[in-house]
């Protein structure tokens, strides 16, 4: 084998071995998605983020929205239902599952999101 080859195989190699850590690195509450199959949310294929749609076969986004509301002086800082995106921010804008990730709004705002995942 030549030297570029075996630079290349050995490149392979680690990259293979990173995304299996991050593919390691599960949420509880996705249990049972993964035992149904990584390509249950990788529906453009394993090399990119699960689209919106595939979010939405379990997550409903008025059932998230009522769940994230807030009141008082808090009453518009809901992440699923903002002044700037409405119901229809991309979930993979804030939400990592293999990799940590932080809200949208928190690159303007210091809105505090105790329960963000």
Do not use: W
């Not at 390509?39 to 919106?52: I, L, Y």
């Amino acid at each position: 084998m030549t030297r570029s080859k075996v630079l290349l195989t050995a490149a392979a190699v680690i990259l293979a071995a990173s995304f299996n850590t991050q593919a390691m690195n599960k949420r509880e509450h996705h249990a049972t998605v993964y035992e149904a199959g990584c390509d249950t949310c990788h529906d453009q294929g394993m090399g990119k983020f699960p689209s919106d749609e595939a979010c939405l076969q379990c997550h409903d986004v008025d059932d998230v929205a009522e769940m994230t509301a807030r009141e008082g002086d808090e009453v518009k800082q809901n992440p699923h239902n903002s002044m700037h995106y409405g119901k229809e921010a991309p979930c993979q804008e804030c939400h990592g599952e293999h990799t940590p990730k932080k809200a949208l709004c928190q690159e303007c705002h210091n809105f505090n999101y105790p329960k963000f995942k």
